[in-house]
């Protein structure tokens, strides 16, 4: 049974940075597909970053400033986020891909970032 369980939200103020965490059970990080996306209030779910192998992808509104990466060892998913901003305010899900269909999702984390 896959499971992804999100963690690091919190609290920051605008210019910090926060690191989630998804820890995955149930399948492989290092050959799956898998990926952040955030839900802020009021607004439809929209795709933050995708990593797969060795490949990453990333949202216009994000790119530059955040950085998904694995920890195989770990069997877990990062999203580094550096200089973040009000609209960055969000419910973050980290999503596994199977067959083209975001499949399995976590429960969510959330990151709060004042002005």
């Known amino acids: 049974q896959v499971r992804l369980v999100e963690s690091g939200g919190g609290l920051v103020q605008a210019g910090g940075s926060l690191r989630l965490s998804c820890a995955a059970s149930g399948l492989t990080v290092s050959i799956s597909v898998l990926a952040w996306f955030r839900q802020a209030p009021g607004k439809e779910r929209e795709f933050v970053a995708r990593i797969w192998t060795g490949t990453t992808y990333y949202a216009d509104s994000v790119k530059g400033r955040f950085t998904i990466s694995r920890d195989n060892a770990k069997n877990t998913v990062y999203l580094q986020m550096n200089d973040l901003k009000p609209e960055d305010t969000a419910v973050y899900y980290c999503?596994?891909?199977?067959?083209?269909?975001?499949?399995?999702w976590g429960q969510g984390t959330q990151v709060t970032v004042s002005s």
């Open positions: 999503a596994r891909n199977m067959y083209d269909r975001w499949s399995n």
